[in-house]
């Protein structure tokens, strides 16, 4: 098998033969980290397809070990390349092994072994943020994973999931962020009481959506309340925030509606939080 793979991968920098059994010692200790006590114990990941790979692989000692099948490695030669560049190993699998190793029903022929990204409230209040996500109980990968992303895309300065959040690094939630939990700063499993007075004391105001609130976003927008530094707190996807958190807050603000829908899911409501503060910070600072 691998002699017919040679003329395909030629001049990857591939480490030893192609892996074809899912019992290997290397594929087997890569499917436990679907699992997050194993993932908690040796504080690695898996991430999954190229544009994760090619982000995660931007920072330095992120990527341990690349997974690739043949087909992969020619649609994605510079992937192989810049994972032995940065001193880890590249592994050709089969298509089988390949399957074992990822979390979607149709694999993208690429998964990386990556180290833990998240960092301590400490780092990122020295930083000086501006502008912050914190998710309290927000239990669907697929929702906290998009929130990660759209934080990003509207530049805030890291986003925050308390203790009772789901874990960071479950597949779904890193999919989900489409890279971008390599970009900015996550820290997980604090608090959330503690947390919102740290963020506080920091200098930042902290907002909790609350769609029964009696503050809408519209009028925050109209009085400029949003120029100060922010963390916004958004809550469960079913519950929302519970009262004693919501108390901790400086404001609860609701994001109007001013059709008939119902009420907007999470990710949506945190796409347009962040954004109105994220554009009323800038237009400020000119």
Not at 54 to 80: I, K, S, Y
Not at 160 to 166: A, M
Not at 235 to 246: K, Q, R
């Amino acid at each position: 098998m691998l002699a017919h793979l040679l003329p395909l991968t030629k001049g990857l920098p591939v480490t030893g033969a192609e892996l074809t059994s899912t019992r290997s010692a290397r594929v087997t200790a890569a499917r436990r980290l679907a699992k997050r006590a194993a993932r908690t114990q040796q504080r690695l990941f898996l991430a999954e397809g190229p544009q994760a790979v090619r982000e995660a692989v931007v920072l330095p000692g992120v990527v341990r070990e690349l997974f690739l099948t043949a087909d992969a490695a020619q649609r994605h030669p510079d992937l192989a390349a810049a994972v032995n560049g940065a001193g880890a190993a590249t592994h050709l699998v089969s298509g089988q092994v390949m399957e074992a190793l990822a979390q979607t029903v149709t694999p993208q022929g690429v998964v990386a072994v990556c180290g833990y990204l998240d960092v301590d409230l400490d780092t990122v209040l020295a930083a000086e943020p501006r502008l912050v996500a914190v998710l309290a109980a927000v239990r669907d990968p697929g929702n906290a994973g998009t929130v990660i992303r759209v934080a990003d895309a509207a530049g805030a300065d890291a986003v925050v999931l308390t203790d009772s959040s789901v874990d960071v690094y479950n597949a779904k939630c890193v999919r989900a962020t489409a890279g971008s939990l390599f970009h900015l700063p996550v820290v997980a499993g604090v608090p959330a009481g503690p947390t919102l007075g740290r963020l506080q004391v920091a200098g930042l105001r902290v907002l909790a959506a609350d769609g029964a609130a009696t503050e809408d976003l519209d009028t925050m927008l109209d009085s400029g309340a949003l120029r100060q530094p922010t963390a916004w707190l958004f809550g469960n996807e079913a519950h929302g925030l519970p009262a004693e958190l919501t108390a901790l807050a400086d404001v609860a603000v609701r994001v109007p509606i001013h059709g008939r829908a119902e009420s907007l899911n999470l990710a949506t409501a945190a796409a347009v939080c962040l954004y109105a503060s994220a554009r009323t910070q800038r237009v400020s600072r000119s």
